[in-house]
């Protein structure tokens, strides 16, 4: 019998579940659809997911924007992110001017961390270039947010990984649990 893994909820990191491991490690480049339930750690695993591309996998100018629709999900995945990447990788973590924000953590390899609430349009994100889009709650969110952030990924071939609880079978994220390019 396995031992219990010992929960410490200021470093989940420590005790990740089988599936977050191979979520995190998933390809960069690679679409990825989390259907979970409430509580699982879907946020804990897109946060180290976030730092991880930024810290070992991007090159100068590569971000992950992190979208959710109300302001409050996106500052927790920020947040959680921040204390990751300060126990992970505290001196790569930019410092003074550049310090980590409610809206972003910037590392200084040239990558970030970018963290907007998307409201129900996305309309307010327009303008952003990324390689990786993150939403917290995907299921919630509006057609017309898709049909907003979807340019950002185009010029660089980014990809998405979106998760949510479950809110029935339409919108685009129902269609993505379809889509077989999404990892799942």
């Known amino acids: 019998m396995e031992p219990t893994k010992i929960f410490d909820i200021n470093r989940p990191w420590l005790s990740l579940d089988d599936w977050q491991k191979d979520y995190i ?3 960069a480049n690679q679409d ?27 090159k100068k100018g590569e971000f992950v924007l992190i979208c959710s629709i ?8 920020l947040a959680k992110a921040l204390s990751y990447a300060m126990e992970k990788y505290p001196n790569i973590v930019c410092k003074g001017k550049d310090k ?16 907007y609430a998307a409201g129900e349009t996305g309309e307010g994100l327009r303008g952003y270039t990324i390689k990786k889009l993150m ?4 299921s919630r969110m509006k057609d017309e947010f898709f049909i907003a952030v979807s340019p950002m990924l185009s010029v660089v071939q980014g990809s998405m990984d979106i998760a949510s609880t479950p809110c029935g079978k339409l919108g685009f994220f129902y269609k993505c649990s379809l889509d077989e390019k999404f990892k799942k």
């Open 25 to 27: 490690h998933s390809e």
């Open 32 to 58: 990825c659809f989390l259907l979970c339930g409430r509580q699982v750690g879907k946020t804990t695993a897109m946060s180290i997911k976030a730092v991880e591309l930024c810290v070992n996998q991007f």
């Open 70 to 77: 109300t302001e409050k999900q996106g500052y927790h995945m």
């Open 100 to 115: 980590p924000t409610m809206h972003r953590i910037q590392f200084r390899n040239g990558t970030g961390i970018h963290c």
């Open 135 to 138: 939403i917290d709650e995907g």
